[in-house]
């Protein structure tokens, strides 16, 4: 992918974040990126490719791009990649990205088919390192992980990502026993 395109990808992914889907339109995003509605086109064809291709985008942002981040360590026993994954979904960001991610994908049904697509890459991603780590209920273990994450997401205010990997720490433990 280009380098202009994916800046303006970029851009909306950042809208999306700050101000939620109705923000993401031709005219916020020409303003924000300092170019005019031909250069969007040149690139998009339309405002529904656009936004197609912004879900592909943040789908290989948030989640295919960080765990192929993860999995670069193959080496390393599926523990410390569990770790290593934890330490990326609590370093500290702006606007939840996430949050907004949900709530576009309640109102539009691509959008929701990408974040089902999203969810069920996630978790099987961490249900194959549960697995890997040796606990015995991997499936479980893998949503319990993941529903902290996206929970503390959704608290008012958000749980700060510092106290998010403090509760990671209190919860990690748990994969080095077996479970019953």
Known sequence: MGAERSAWLDQGLMLLAEQGAPAVTLERLCECMGMSKGAFYH?????????????????????????????????????????????????????????????????????????????????????????????????????????MLVGAEHLMPPLPKSELRGMYELLMPLLDRPAS
């Not at 109102?107 to 974040?115: F, G, L, N, T």
């Open 43 to 147: 690139h998009f064809g339309s405002m529904p490719k656009y936004r197609t291709r912004l879900l592909d985008h943040f789908e290989a942002k948030c989640t295919t791009t960080i765990i192929n981040g993860v999995e670069a360590y193959d080496v390393l026993p599926a523990r410390e990649r569990l770790d290593r994954l934890m330490a990326e979904a609590t370093k500290a960001a702006g606007p939840s990205l996430e949050v907004a991610m949900r709530a576009w994908a309640k109102q539009d049904p691509e959008a929701a088919r990408v974040q089902e697509r999203v969810d069920a890459t996630r978790i099987g991603y961490l249900r194959d390192l549960c697995e890997q780590a040796g606990h015995g209920r991997p499936d479980q273990m893998a949503k319990l992980l993941y529903l």
